[in-house]
């Protein structure tokens, strides 16, 4: 699966109604009839979303027979998957920094109130006053 791929998994994923459908087929594996039964639009209808969704890769119909089962294809979840927890992890990376760098400079203020002879401000203990 390619960038494009994941682009047109988003964009299928957009609709609210093909999110249900990747959800109910999470689920298990059904007929096109059968999915069709749960929402109030025409078969067709569920087609063009279903269209969508193989296009995308989301879902699979085996050749063969009426009725065939729609089938989710985990590997589309799988490459949205490693997308997000990427960026996940570069935010997290970044939030680490920070929360190294903001208890550097917590170590750093405590050091000074030390120094000069102060166990905490004043304004941290609720007297605004020093009192």
């Known amino acids: 699966m390619t960038?494009?791929?994941l682009s047109l998994v988003f964009a299928a994923l957009a609709d609210p109604?093909?999110?249900?459908?990747?959800?109910?087929?999470?689920a298990d594996d059904t007929t096109v009839s059968q999915l069709a039964e749960r929402y109030p639009m025409s078969l067709?209808?569920?087609?063009?979303?279903l269209?969508?969704?193989?296009?995308a890769g989301l879902v699979s119909r085996p050749p063969g027979p009426q009725p065939r089962p729609?089938?989710?294809?985990?590997?589309?979840?799988?490459?949205?998957?490693?997308?997000?927890?990427?960026?996940?992890?570069?935010?997290?990376?970044?939030?680490r920094r920070l929360d190294a760098v903001l208890a550097?400079?917590?170590?750093d203020e405590d050091e000074q109130d030390h120094a000069d002879g102060h166990r905490s401000r004043p304004e941290a203990a609720g007297h605004p006053d020093g009192s």
């Open 3 to 5: 960038a494009d791929t």
């Open 17 to 26: 109604t093909r999110r249900d459908m990747v959800a109910r087929l999470s």
């Open 44 to 49: 067709q209808a569920v087609y063009k979303h």
């Open 51 to 55: 269209r969508v969704l193989e296009d």
């Open 70 to 95: 729609v089938r989710l294809e985990v590997q589309a979840l799988d490459l949205m998957d490693t997308w997000i927890e990427r960026h996940r992890a570069r935010v997290e990376q970044r939030y």
């Open 104 to 107: 550097e400079m917590k170590g």
